[in-house]
């Protein structure tokens, strides 16, 4: 068994925008270097592509007629057996950092130690929110923790490396999940130096978007500035995980972690003329998924198996 699990997700990142998976437009140099080390699925799907019920099928392994969640923002029952429960049954220090959506209303609501945090022990989360700009936690006590001006993504790795060195410094097994916000809109909130990476004139657009189409959810909306932005969030994802790839090297812990990269679902961006997720389509419910670890899993493999979130904890 791994040493190490480090389970990474995004939110709202469609399978499609990845450069290993042949995206004309996409920057992802890390998790593409990540597939070339590891194994990438190419037909990995969301099992409900909404957030809270998706995040709770990945920590349970359950569906939701069986964990109750079936809708956003209503908590996962405490006697649901987690990844985290069973992870410290077998001894992980572990640890979840960034957005939880899994304590039900309200959105800003404080999850204390104990049941409501499913196992986890190490703990810079916040129940839900979307504003990047202005990075919110809580740690132990219910005093919120602010880091204004930040990119909340880089807040969120500075205290994923805040836990991999305390791990390592002390030998201990770990089992770490951060779960970062975007893509998710609002996709402008990106810092400038990737917004400048794309040019939206130039974007290459799927066959089935439909910009045009005058539905409520994208009015007076840019197709091409959203999905422009939308690709800059997912290049700043990538630049994060290089950060936490990177330190796994420095601190000789890479051969035995299994590093996990996904997201809870996917995001229409005007395909069918629709935006968001919640739909059984192409782009609402695939979802990437690549994984590293280098003493047990095979060097630069793709399979078309088919997998979804339901699959990870049971694998």
């Not at 059984?280 to 060097?299: D, K, M, N, Q, T």
Request: charged residues 20%.
């Amino acid at each position: 068994h791994p040493s190490r699990f480090q389970f990474v997700f995004a939110d709202q990142w469609r399978g499609c925008d990845l450069g290993c998976a042949g995206s004309p437009d996409i920057r992802t140099p890390r998790l593409d270097r990540m597939a070339a080390e590891g194994v990438r699925l190419t037909r990995c799907y969301a099992s409900h592509p909404v957030c809270t019920p998706n995040r709770a099928i990945m920590l349970t392994g359950q569906y939701s007629v069986k964990t109750g969640v079936i809708g956003n923002d209503l908590p996962l029952p405490p006697e649901v057996p987690t990844f985290g429960e069973i992870a410290r049954g077998h001894g992980y220090a572990t640890g979840y950092i960034g957005k939880w959506h899994l304590d039900g209303m309200p959105r800003d609501k404080f999850t204390p130690p104990g049941p409501r945090r499913h196992g986890f022990d190490f703990w810079a989360a916040y129940n839900c929110f979307h504003d990047y700009f202005h990075p919110r936690y809580y740690r132990d006590s219910p005093e919120m923790i602010e880091a204004p001006g930040r990119y909340e993504p880089e807040v969120q790795t500075d205290l994923a490396l805040e836990f991999l060195q305390q791990r390592a410094a002390e030998g201990e097994p770990f089992c770490l999940f951060l779960s970062y916000g975007p893509p998710h809109d609002p996709y402008r909130q990106v810092p400038q130096h990737y917004r400048d990476l794309y040019d939206p004139a130039k974007l290459t657009l799927r066959p089935n978007v439909q910009p045009e189409l005058d539905n409520p959810l994208v009015r007076g909306m840019d197709c091409r500035e959203s999905l422009a932005n939308y690709y800059a969030a997912v290049t700043a994802l990538d630049t994060e995980l290089g950060r936490l790839l990177d330190a796994l090297d420095s601190n000789g812990l890479a051969e035995n972690t299994l590093v996990v990269m996904t997201s809870d679902h996917g995001d229409m961006l005007w395909s069918n003329g629709w935006m968001k997720k919640q739909l059984p389509y192409e782009e609402s419910v695939h979802i990437p998924l690549v994984a590293r670890w280098p003493a047990g899993l095979p060097v630069g493999f793709t399979t078309d198996a088919l997998f979804c979130s339901c699959d990870l904890l049971p694998t």
